[in-house]
């Protein structure tokens, strides 16, 4: 899903320096403020919201309205069942941010070890592991969610498993790609030359350089998955139901989003502005990177 | 060449059937639990088993495949235990909305995306470029639930110029049509757009156009007959794996708008347990996404006169 | 060089003053400075400099092509008159590629790689003659036999990749030459190619020139090649022109301070390592950004004189002379230093001693098998073929001893290297290191000794060093690998002791790869081979990529370390100066075999192996006073998978006897002492030959 042929050479920088020149790029700015306000927002949830998110306080109240009882406004309103919307938001960013970049993270795991070993191995390991991943990368995802989810129930841990499964055969075509054009670095020759494990050289010469396109990679891939997690719980696919999560908002609120727009529209913009985050930190890496 | 395709089709053929098998592996591993599904919750052990030895579910589990497995190619999809009548006369009439839908979202997205993007990439930098850019950037970051939710916003009950959903209950509406295709197309117009512009923005910068620029060609003889050719080989298998993609955007968007189409089937499917349904509908699903590719694969070597003559 | 007194033939080009600055988010970064130029019509010029010295820029902004964020700061470029910023969009399309024409350095990706070749080549006349398709298709077929091309019907109905390098350019001559160019810029034409493919090119352009009457403007870095092109030169350095005038004038009597380092830089066949070795110009290249007040080339000169050099920017000076087109020189010195005198040569050293053999190769064959996948193959059977990159090689090397194997790209002699260090085996055949069998033992089942014993050097000095680690934890590394110490501290105080021995400051330890120069780079990997006091180093190719004067000096640097350590060295190069200048013995391999090998005498002498004879005619010499025998071979290389039945050069050997040379391998035929060459044609007649290069005098001496 990123487009590998503008990705960063991987002589590019360490990932902190990248950071670091994310200044010239105000795109990549702009992308790193949306996304340190959830992480900022996810990380003081508690402290944040102004109501519990599952407590029941008046249905059907529009933004602004006043709750008498506490004593509070509700600036985003509250749902059908008469849940703060702004206190739902608040702690879904928490439950988008805590399973997305574990999702990715294992997805990555897998993914990686993969690609090494097709990449660098080649032959043999090579043909089976690519075989293995263009069938998987062939199912239609959100089929292969669906069957999955609806086979062996919702709960986060599905979800994560799911995704690794569908997202690993893709990180590892791009590691595979990129150690492919590494080992032939003569580098590696020389740590072959030194008598080094394949191993060492895996982990010491080949993934370290591969870690630019990679960064840019996984930050697209995240709002993917965000995406994904938001999808999964608009289709009831999702978390189980209690839990505030936002796409799963959108699918309660669906029936009245007529006279009621709000209770969809709120937590649209929130998934929708996350994701822009890390595409708009993808795009400004990739800038960033390309202009060395 | 021949080999090419005749190494394509083959894989092909073994990706469905790995598919095929790990779907039914998946789904009916154990006879009891089809049994719960086709039967209900309360039906006793004994209907069960008289269920299960009618329908030869006492077999070993790859005589079972083999027995599904030529089922299914002779076109004995099984019946839908939701509605009561056989796979095959839901599905046929469901895919043929999709294909509707499918079609109106690639007439306006091919045309829009290439030339936007061949546009951008042409001028890398220009204020059309960038324009460009962050309008991809911001459409492929909108889920299609929420592009849909923030259409339905505007245009349903803001403008209320066309209907909320587009369940064409009283015949083919063209008007109900318009929200699905406008979130579809949102959503992967910026993703063909943005790869489109990447490589054409890669071909402009490479020797052989400076060597036609050089030449003394006129800009536009540069654009269409250099650069072009070369910049659509790549869009050219995202737009045919596109069609991957739009195969899970119609289940959202389908859900959403009520449409009556393939992906609202498998999804109502899944939700009750309706087995059959769900094996139908992902084979279906797979068999359209790996044609897709093979096509995109063998049409890949058409373009590129690199590979074709090697 | 302002234009000559003769105004019966007006100038081509002339450019006045010229700067050429790119803007960067840094800042303006200036890549030509001041830079005159006149080019009457007919008249070769050429510009010659190092990497990065805006020579390619000069030809960018005569064209106007200087990319977005390019541009032309200060100056004027005139075409036939005309002032070239002055024109329009469209006048300046109508003099490109039509009165203005250029060639460029690597041909396949200067071809549209999805038109096929006719199609490119007919725009030419269709745009710029209003010709129709059938008279464009005549003439760029007319066009293809004058550059000497094989059958042109099929070539232009082929796409660029399925036609040879050389092939490829040809192309591109014949593209530049369709619009009837009154100057043809030539930028790096031959750089890609090998060198025998590089001597018909140059022939070829020399020949059209005449022929058409074009002027040439002729960029490159090999002072030999415009030798053999050009009428005049320019030597630029670091933006600017240093030095210009005529050709014998430059080589006889250099005046700049960087001319003369260049020219004790190169190679020449009356060089020695022991008696006269090349001296290289200290230092390197300034960025563009961070050039010095005053003279660019002060902080690398010898003559450099603080007050004088180092203050204000240094014009260029005349140099009177009796005949000739004028000399021009930019140093503030000039009139006081001594071209006589001060051309550098370095001091004598002692041969090394010779010792016992260290690395035996007995047979030695390497043989890659290739999957066919086309349709013919699976009708045939034949979906498995060979591509013998190494077959029957004899050779072997002694302690202290420089041996090099010498050929073209696709000769095997990169795959021999891989067999020694284990990163490939050996397909039959033995290879015999410190009496131990080691070519079917791959590096990983070596034994630390055996490793650190033998080390190689790589080609790429921008791809051999880990972009992610310190210079001193990557040698750090090879030290405590190959045991030679463990401790940590005795590591780093070793480590450190390496890049004193390569001329590095210490500090570099702590630096990461990218901060380095090419040359630095290369003096890193040399450090990590000799890490683990190795008795054997394969260097392939170690200073092809470099530019002149830092390839001289990691040269000198191999050899140093090589003389303090006995080391044995094979020295991997398709350059023949410097294997002649470095090699005690050469091995000269084509396709996969030994053609001849010998001592360096031997080989550079009569009796020669034909293909040899060849190489040596091709290589170019930038020594005015070498006279060459021309030998240019006719066609390509053929493939390595489908090699000639008979002697592998049989194809393109100008002395072919017959039949037996396509159908029979010839043997190895014993000239002397142990020199060898696989021919057919008898001893004597190979004997009878003159030498291809003769020394006309010595005019240095």
Known sequence: ?292 | MLIFIAKRFSFMVITMAAVSILLFVVLEFSPGSVATKVLGQFATDEQKNIWLEQHGYFDPLWQRYFVWAGNFLTGELGESHRFKVPVGEILWPRLWNTAVLGFWTFAFLIPFSLVLGVLAGMREGSKLDRTISIISVLTTSIPEFASAVFLSALFVFGLNWLPGTSGMISGFDFKQLIMPVLVLFLYDFGYVARMTRASMAEVMTTPYIRTAVLKGLPYRQVIMKHALRNALIAPFTVIMLQLNWLLSGVIVVEFFFAYKGFGALLLEASLNQDIFVIEACAMVAVFVAVATQTIADIGYTFLNPRIRFS | MNDPKDNHTAPVLEIENLCVSYFARSGEIPAVIDFSLSLAPGESVGLVGESGCGKSTVAMAIMRYLGNNGDIVDGSVRFQGRDMAALSEAELRGLRGSKIAMVYQEPMAALNPSLTIGDQLTEVPITHASANPTEARDKALNMLRDVNLPDPERVMDAYPHQISGGQQQRVVIAMALLGEPALLLLDEPTTALDVTVEAGIVELIAELSRKYGTALLYISHNLGLMLEVCDRIGVMYSGEIVESGDMDTIFSQPRHPYTLGLLGCIPLPHSDKNARPLTAIPGQLPLPHERPDGCNFGPRCGSFAAGKCGVDAIPLAVVPQEAGSPHHVRCARWNEIDPATSLPAGDYRPPNEVGDTVLEVDGLQKYYTVRDSSLRAFVTGKTVRYVKANEDLTFNAREGETVAIVGESGCGKSTIARVLMGLETATGGEVRFQDASIGDVTAQERSPDQLGALQMVFQNPNDTLNPSLSIGAQIGRVIRKFGVERDADRVRERMLKLLDMVKLPLEFASRRPRQLSGGQKQRVAIARAFAGNPAAVVADEPISALDVSVAAAVSELIMDIQRDNKTTLIFISHDLGAVRYLADRVVVMYLGRIMEQGTTDEVFSPPYHPYTEALLSAVPIADPTVEKRRIVLEGDLPSVLNPPKGCPFSTRCPRRLGDICDNELPAFRIHGDGHAIACHIPMDELEAVAPVIAVKEHAAE
């Not at chain 1, 994310?22 to 508690?46: C, D, H, K, Q």
């Not at chain 1, 989810?149 to 790609?177: D, E, L, Y």
């Not at chain 1, 930190?281 to 990177?289: H, Q, W």
């Open chain 1, 1 to 292: 899903m990123t487009d590998i042929s503008k990705a960063p050479t991987p002589s590019a920088l360490s990932a902190l320096r990248s950071i670091a020149i994310l200044r010239e790029s105000w795109i990549g700015m702009i992308g790193t403020g949306l996304i340190l306000f959830w992480v900022f927002v996810a990380l003081f949830a508690p402290l944040l919201a102004p109501h519990d998110p599952l407590a029941i306080l008046q249905p059907f109240a529009k933004p602004g309205t006043f709750h008498v009882k506490s004593g509070t406004t509700l600036w985003l309103g509250t749902d059908n069942l008469g849940r703060d919307i702004l206190s739902r938001v608040i702690w879904g960013a928490r439950t988008v941010l805590i399973y997305a970049p574990l999702a990715t993270v294992c997805a990555y795991a897998v993914g990686i070890i993969m690609g090494l070993a097709a990449g660098y191995h080649r032959g043999w390991w090579d043909t089976v592991l690519s075989r293995i991943g263009d069938i998987i990368l062939s199912f239609p995802v959100l089929v292969l969610y669906i069957i999955v989810i609806a086979t062996f129930g919702a709960s986060g841990f599905n979800i994560v498993i799911a995704i690794t499964f569908a997202s690993a055969p893709g990180i590892m075509r791009i590691v595979r790609g990129l150690a492919l054009d590494l080992r032939n670095r003569d580098y590696v020759a020389a740590s072959q030359t030194r008598g080094e494990t394949s191993f060492y050289i895996m982990v010491v010469e080949i993934l370290p350089n591969a870690r630019g396109p990679l960064i840019v990679d996984a930050c697209v891939r995240l709002g993917y998955v965000i995406i994904t997690i938001g999808v999964l719980g608009f289709l009831g696919l999702g978390l189980p139901p209690p839990k505030p999560d936002w796409g799963g908002m959108v699918n309660e609120a669906r029936g009245m989003a007529m006279i009621f727009p709000h209770m969809t529209i709120i937590p649209c913009v929130a998934i929708s502005s996350l994701v822009l985050g890390f595409n708009l930190l993808a795009d400004g890496l990739r800038e960033v990177s390309l202009r060395d």
